[in-house]
């Protein structure tokens, strides 16, 4: 075992050093260009409002992209290509260190030693499973056509599915190479298991390559994506995962290379059980709701609430996401506005819904003066309070930064930030009160804090109150410093119908879309697409089933920048 792993280790380095520059760690999604003005909060993020953007000012006939990083396959787009490769739903990517992320939404960065080893470990694993029924894994067979003829077969066809392109023929040579120097030692069913391994713990699997038509171009220029990778971005953007048959004919065809080529496909995709399952993922980054699991609460307030009931929560956020999307009419107004949860017996405990039992998840139409879209969900409500108590805070930022797009810088270095102690003689409005009269705190927090406050009708675990610790809520709001948003509101209903109404949470909504699908930070290089983006997106009525289309249909999607020469790409 420990020569085989030796020997899979070795022939993988030897595909990793012919690679050149371009599999070394990719840069940071989230890395501004370079003019952009220094980020205060030292996150790499520029800090502040977006800003507006309209066509007609910063369109040109020609296209403009921002150089964008070489995207890993994050854990869920592994276990998915290799569910569609190899027919194995074990899902090894589980036990990979966790994904990081931008704006909630997972980004395949550079490759750790630890990482290294789980796919190392993985890929002798799916290449073992893979081989008990060689049979249904090669397209040939062996003793028919004989045993190396059908290991070539069987690398170009394989190779080509996992690398999302054909082989060139130094790769097919190179992997035949591995097969040739197995074979002898441990016999055919080995050598393929070998070859198979090699694949998966290749750079060429791992990253999302993507070169684009770079004969003759200077770093900076912008080329078109080759079909192959047009292919590839549809898939993952869209299910998550390697392309299907379909997907691969249209590539092979020259089918891709023009925008309405990529709609049709888009649209075929859209309709396909697949992308039902993969998109509803945006709201998980949306709503960050793998933190979760993490959340914990004091259990003399609230004894009810425990790791089966954050899971409960995660589910209603998730189905509802799903809802909005695929089953109502996936307009922006319906993720603000809808009244509908989904809840089982102890979940519908929290939202006062009567007639729930069992551990099911039904769908219920619930008060709307109570409850309204995303905004008022158990799950957020939890995830951004304390243990003990609301946190007008977390609430405000999460409104200011995943919903209008508006960077808060972090506070400053040396500042120690303390939440209010618990006092049963003053609401937790009265208590963060310290906060607009401190000057050092004011000027971020009247950015948050007044939204937050429109949401003290709901507990730390998301219940519906109208006291706090016996005292009347006062869940009075105030937006500032916003495009169309500002003013007065009172309670979250309110403000979930000033935002719907909103153009800048419209433009923020696209741009969070436009993050998920691209897998980085939006730079000034972008701000063409992002505005063909905005105005299309109003002119379908918000829907954002037709924004996932216009967004294939974006410079920044069926483009790239060059920024290495040339002659490093394999």
């Known amino acids: 075992m420990h020569a085989r792993r030796l020997c899979l280790a070795l022939c993988a380095t030897a595909l990793w050093a012919c690679s050149g520059s371009i599999f070394d760690p990719p840069r940071s999604g989230a890395e501004p260009p370079p003019d952009t003005p220094p980020d205060p909060s030292g996150g790499g993020i520029p800090v502040g409002p977006p800003p507006i953007l309209n066509a007609e000012d910063v369109c040109t006939e020609t296209p403009s992209v921002a150089i964008a990083p070489v995207r890993r396959l994050t854990r869920d787009e592994y276990d998915a290509t290799v569910l569609e490769l190899l027919g194995d739903d074990s899902a090894p990517a589980r036990a990979f260190p966790p994904d990081e992320n931008l704006f909630g939404f997972p980004i395949g960065a550079a490759i750790s030693t630890t990482l290294a080893d789980r796919y190392l470990e993985a890929a002798e694993a799916l290449a073992a499973r893979a081989v008990a029924n060689l049979g249904a894994l090669?397209?040939?067979?062996?003793?028919?056509?004989?045993?190396?003829?059908?290991?070539?077969?069987?690398?170009?066809?394989?190779?080509?599915?996992?690398?999302?392109?054909?082989?060139?023929?130094?790769?097919?040579?190179?992997?035949?190479?591995?097969?040739?120097?197995?074979?002898?030692?441990?016999?055919?069913?080995?050598?393929?298991?070998?070859?198979?391994?090699?694949?998966?713990?290749?750079?060429?699997?791992?990253?999302?390559?993507?070169?684009?038509?770079?004969?003759?171009?200077?770093?900076?220029?912008?080329?078109?994506?080759?079909?192959?990778?047009?292919?590839?971005?549809?898939?993952?953007?869209?299910?998550?995962?390697?392309?299907?048959?379909?997907?691969?004919?249209?590539?092979?065809?020259?089918?891709?290379?023009?925008?309405?080529?990529?709609?049709?496909?888009?649209?075929?995709?859209?309709?396909?059980?697949?992308?039902?399952?993969?998109?509803?993922?945006f709201f998980d980054g949306l709503l960050d709701l793998e933190s979760v699991a993490a959340v914990t609460k004091d259990p003399e307030v609230f004894p009810e609430f425990d790791d089966a009931l954050a899971r409960s929560m995660v589910e209603d956020a998730r189905r509802f996401g799903s809802w909005v999307l695929w089953d109502s009419d996936a307009k922006l107004d319906t993720l603000f506005r809808s009244p509908v949860a989904f809840v089982d017996e102890r979940l519908a405990a929290v939202y006062g819904a009567p007639g729930i039992t069992g551990t099911a998840f039904t769908r219920v139409e619930l008060d709307p003066s109570e409850r309204a879209g995303i905004l008022t969900r158990p799950a957020v409500m939890a995830l951004y309070s304390k243990p003990y108590q609301t946190s007008p805070v977390h609430r405000g930022r999460f409104v200011r930064e995943r919903l209008l797009c508006h960077t808060l810088a972090n506070p400053p270095d040396g500042l120690v930030v303390t939440a209010p102690d618990p006092d049963l003689s003053a609401t937790t409005r009265e208590r963060y009160a310290e906060h607009a009269s401190d000057p050092v705190c004011a000027s971020c927090h009247r950015l948050t804090d007044p939204i937050g406050f429109g949401f003290e009708n709901y507990d730390a675990i998301g219940r519906y109150q109208a006291t706090d610790d016996g005292f009347p809520v006062d869940a009075s709001g105030t937006i500032v410093e916003t495009r169309d948003a500002d003013g007065d509101f009172v309670g979250a209903i309110e403000l979930a119908d000033r935002l719907a109404r909103s153009e800048q949470v419209r433009d923020c909504v696209a741009t969070q879309w436009m993050r998920y699908a691209l897998g980085r930070v939006e730079t000034r290089d972008d701000d063409c697409s992002r505005a063909r983006l905005y105005e299309s997106f109003e002119a379908s009525g918000r829907d954002m089933r037709e924004l996932l289309i216009a967004i294939t249909q974006s410079d920044a999607f069926r483009f790239k920048r060059v920024d290495m020469p040339a002659e490093v790409a394999p």
């Open 138 to 281: 090669l397209p040939c067979d062996p003793a028919a056509t004989g045993q190396d003829a059908c290991a070539r077969d069987f690398i170009r066809t394989f190779g080509a599915r996992a690398y999302r392109r054909p082989l060139t023929t130094d790769e097919e040579d190179e992997l035949f190479a591995v097969y040739e120097g197995a074979k002898p030692l441990d016999g055919f069913q080995a050598s393929i298991e070998l070859v198979v391994s090699t694949v998966l713990f290749s750079p060429r699997f791992l990253y999302r390559v993507e070169l684009g038509d770079v004969a003759g171009a200077t770093p900076g220029a912008v080329v078109a994506l080759g079909d192959y990778e047009i292919a590839s971005r549809l898939s993952y953007f869209l299910w998550g995962s390697m392309p299907d048959a379909a997907l691969f004919d249209a590539a092979a065809s020259g089918a891709l290379g023009q925008p309405a080529d990529i709609d049709a496909q888009a649209r075929r995709m859209l309709a396909d059980p697949r992308a039902h399952d993969a998109l509803p993922r």
